[in-house]
């Protein structure tokens, strides 16, 4: 990802380690057009999904942590970080898909985008992350009771941030949060320069902000509309509110506001009615948008399925669910037709790119703003 916005509170860490070497985010993908459609891949121009796509479609099994104790981490205790670290994202993984809906597997890819272990390796043999090895079975056992209103306030297991604890002072250099020690975060890192930021303390409750990943635990940067739209640090929002199970949903002309359906619930596109999602393998009708997040329903089997990475058809015709692409890659469309194309990986640096959602870096840099075509900007590879 290009930054370390917290767009999913407990994979901060993972994701704030992506910002050197991957732009895509695992809930945002776009068309050539710009079009964006949350959960899904770029189109022709969109970034690459987060990673590979693992095996069947089903996220690792040894050691996955689950939530609410449906499975403890029963596997030996990683003593390395190349140990640790796949398990890692697998319980993060196994947790957003239990919080957030959607495969555990396909935000695993999404995890994995960018060779986040990797990042994370060579941050701890540069002495910005230390590696606490007595700390790794906790953190993955920890995951198994871990809740959803936890991972919201606080990111991820107290023993994870033990396992993994940033060494970088206040006004050193850091190329992502992890780096940082203590209450703190990394600010000001340019990906287009690859210019290293500050760690800099976390914005108290109530104070102004710029991003998502700069307040205490338990805030979030926005506006919440009652100072003016200033950017504020305020209580993260709890997903509570939304119509219930069978209400209208959807654009009112008349009140002239949009209804959004509860937690666990979407609006149905074509009866504009709050119904459940329907999760992979589940029976769906084309076009309604029922499935999960990474999900669409299939035009052939009428049954929910993964979104597919690099190689896999995908698309967004209209009477059809959008079909995007996982991880590092984007939606390149058919010449021929617009409306489909093929999960193709992202381009590298210096790359003929038309929109900077083709980059792996997420910038397509041109000669002018009305150039039709320019390069691809090289990756920040700093470790």
């Known amino acids: 990802m290009m930054t370390t916005l917290r767009i999913f509170a407990v994979s901060a860490l993972a994701l704030g380690m ?25 189109v022709d121009g969109e ?41 890692w994202l697998a319980a993060q993984a196994a947790h957003l898909g239990a919080c957030k809906g ?36 906790a953190c993955l ?4 009771s871990f809740t959803c209103a936890e991972g919201d306030d606080q990111a991820e297991p107290t023993a994870c941030k033990s ?12 190329y992502a949060d992890i780096d940082c020690a203590g209450s703190s975060y990394c600010a000001g890192f340019d990906q287009a320069t690859c210019s290293g930021g500050k760690c800099e303390a976390l914005v108290a409750a109530g104070d102004t902000c710029k991003l998502g990943d700069e307040c205490v635990a338990g805030y979030t940067c926005y506006k919440d509309g009652g100072d003016g739209g200033a950017l504020k640090c305020n209580k993260t929002p709890v997903a509570t509110g939304g119509a219930a199970k069978g209400a209208t949903c959807g ?76 991880g590092q890659t984007y939606c390149k469309v058919s010449a021929s037709d617009p409306t489909a194309g093929t999960c193709a990986d992202q381009l590298g640096s210096g790359a003929s790119c038309v929109t900077d959602v083709q980059c792996i870096t997420g910038k397509c840099e041109k000669a002018s703003k009305d150039a039709g075509t320019g390069t691809c900007t090289k990756p920040c590879t700093e470790m």
């Open 163 to 174: 396992a993994l604890a940033g060494t970088v002072k206040s006004g050193a250099t850091c």
């Open 47 to 87: 970034a690459k999904k987060d990673g590979e796509a693992t095996k069947d479609g089903e996220a690792k099994k040894d050691g996955e942590a689950t939530k609410d104790g449906a499975k403890g981490y029963d596997a030996p205790s990683p003593t390395t970080v190349a140990a640790f670290c796949p398990d």
């Open 251 to 326: 654009y009112d002309k008349t009140t002239k506001k949009t209804v959004t359906c509860a937690q666990g619930l979407q609006c149905d596109a074509l009866t504009l009615v709050c119904v459940p999602t329907v999760k992979l393998g589940g029976a769906c009708t084309d076009g309604a948008s029922e499935c999960d997040l990474y999900e669409a329903c299939d035009p052939t089997t009428k049954k929910c399925t993964q979104f597919p990475v690099a190689g896999g058809d995908c698309g967004y015709s209209s009477g059809q669910d959008d079909i995007g692409c996982l």
């Open 18 to 42: 992506m910002a050197c070497s991957s732009s895509s985010s695992p809930s945002s993908n776009k068309t050539d057009s710009g079009t964006k459609k949350d959960g899904a891949s770029h």
């Open 102 to 137: 959607g495969p555990a597997a396909a935000w695993l890819v999404n995890l994995e985008a960018g060779g986040t272990c990797t990042q994370i390796a060579a941050a701890v043999t540069a002495g910005r992350v230390k590696f606490d090895a007595t700390q790794t079975h």
């Open 141 to 144: 056992e920890a995951y198994a």
